[in-house]
């Protein structure tokens, strides 16, 4: 069964090319070591009523955007032989500085999901 891992964060919209320059890299460096998919998604619709919204959840401030990100493997096991080869990858750890990043790690939530439907 496949297995996903779900990120979201908010990047100051003066930081979004710069964050699409790192993601479309990241997103290359996961798919050669295996990911079946690579999604980076710009909240677009995100008012909603009676729920809490995804900014709230990410502490967005005034100028910064959310993002939804995804990363799909073939399975649990596989995702943990892919994630190790990309920590080690050398076009990534050049720029995994947290000083370096164009966005609050401390508010961005992450996690691993086994997959509950799949049509």
């Known amino acids: 069964m496949a297995y996903v891992d779900g990120f979201l964060l ?9 964050y699409r ?7 290359k460096v996961w798919k050669s070591h295996g990911a079946l ?10 008012a909603q009523k009676g729920a809490a919204t995804f900014q709230k959840r990410v502490k967005a401030k005034r100028g910064e955007v959310v ?7 073939k399975s649990k096991a596989d995702r943990k032989r892919v994630v190790k080869k990309v920590m080690a990858d050398k076009r990534l750890t050049n720029m995994m500085d ?3 990043m164009p966005f609050d790690m401390k508010r961005m939530s992450y996690g691993g999901f086994k997959v509950l439907v799949d049509l």
């Open 10 to 18: 908010a990047i100051p919209a003066r930081k979004l090319a710069l």
């Open 37 to 46: 998919e690579y999604r980076e998604c710009i909240g677009e619709d995100l």
């Open 21 to 27: 320059r790192i993601s479309t890299l990241a997103g």
């Open 67 to 73: 993002v939804f990100s995804w990363v799909v493997y």
């Open 98 to 100: 947290p000083k370096d």
